[in-house]
């Protein structure tokens, strides 16, 4: 009942409502006369014909007995014409009550109704002492992962959203939801963007141009972040007010070619935390391959830790007693200085200097093929749009136009020979099929591919995947280490690097007998403390309760963690 007027005050409001019942009042207006004048009928018939005389009221009870077709029976016409008139009745009752009312009455108010309550149940304005939230203007997969991430960083996110339907939905699935306009200043404010820590500005480029400049009009220091499509956008979005114009499939591109194992064996940084380095190098081709983890004595020859490793898509905690084989890649941790001597260490060991194959020349495929020349890695592309594939012959060294599934086309571009294929096509089932279809045609070549649902990545590992990568993950990843100002961490497709404090129930005890590695599946690679990090770590090594955890694992690893240990 306490909703009624604000229900009431919203239809009454907009136009299109007050437009709707004032139809719905002229039709109930319109079954009246209906009504009125069918009993007026009923007593002239009675009264002239029948010979029979009834009271006014049981004139409206026939007429609506026999419109609504209960036909109780106790009052009939004996004539033709009063039954031939019954007829009419019902018949109009049967239009007018039965099939047209309920679709007036539901089109008219019942609708209108539900949207106002759909409206009243998303919050218009959020409280006042509201602060250190992130300001999401659009729900889509990348918002999904980043407010995933956020949640499990407690940190509190809202969604803006126009649409009451939708923003019921987001709120019965748990999401925090804003209704509002996300190019009116007034839902910034609403938004308390002033107390905000950032704004995603997550539309497409125009609309996050009118955003940013809308959000800068609230608030002149948020951090705006904005996801952009189109090269030529950034500079103008960054004019208008975004702090970060970030052109996501470029950034994927790239981070697919830093995956390609071609030409000499080069020891890949795919991110760090301060000094310490997160690194990944493949197996194949070296002196480690068929060596135990412990057997490798890399922490001897470099100072480097192998904390885990991959193997055809799989990520697996590094054991001192795991093999690794010619399909591995392993991941280290270390400083710049060690890494460098891992790499002076594969010095003058080749893999397979073949030009390596991309299929798909699009915007993430044009940044892997840009990526692999500045490595001085040779790159053949397939593509299928003649238009595309003569704009990519002035980056490629070689371009075949053709389809990809055609196995004499494959065979032109190198697929036995080639030692890495990229397959960049945003459609997740192109990709799996090409995936299965370059292991059969090369068992030995490594694929990296990028999928678009993250659901898609168990089958396109069991196609034959070594990694796999996604738009909306490395997006996520981006958006994070925006947010807490530290270098972007990318491993793969559902794995990552997290931070924890060291709890309560942790504290004092060493790595082996805190069961971190054995109950959630999570690798400590790092302590953090007193401004020092301290990468070499064994199962002897104390978590001090000042200590401050670097470790490696999916987000079900840390929920698991979050869970056990607080």
Known sequence: MKFFPSQLAYLLSHRDTRHNLKSLVQYVVLLGIIIVAFTVIFHIIMLHLEEQEHSWLTGLYWTLTVMTTLGFGDITFQTDVGRLFSILVLMTGVIM?????????IRFFYAPWLEAQLRIRAPRTLPPKTSGHVIVCIYDEVAEAFIQHLKLSNIPSVVLQSDPTLAANLMSDGIAVLAGDMEDVQTYHNARVSQAIMVLANARDAANCNITLTVREACLDVPIVAVVE???????????????????????GEHLAGRVVAGHIHVHIVGGYGPLLIAEFPVQHTNLAGLTIRDTKLRERSGLNIVAFWERGRFHLAKPDSTLNEQSVAVVVGNQEQVASLDVLFRGQHINTNPVLVIGGGNVGKAAINSLRKRKIGVTVIEKDPRLAKSLRQIA??????????????????IETAPSVLLTANDDAINIFMAVYCRKLNNDIRIISRITRERNLEAIHRAGADFVLSYTTLTASYLMSILFKREVVVLGEGVDVFTARVTSSLAGMTLAESGIGARTGMIVIALHMNGKIEAHLNARTKLDPDAEMIMMGTNEQRNDFLRLFG
């Open 97 to 105: 009550l039965l099939i047209v009312l309920p679709f007036t009455f």
């Open 230 to 252: 189109d090269e030529d956008a950034v500079d103008v979005i960054e004019l208008s007010g975004a702090n970060h114009a970030l052109l996501m499939k470029h950034k994927l």
């Open 397 to 414: 060294d070689q371009v075949i136009t053709g389809d990809a599934a055609d196995r004499s086309v494959m065979t032109r571009a190198g």
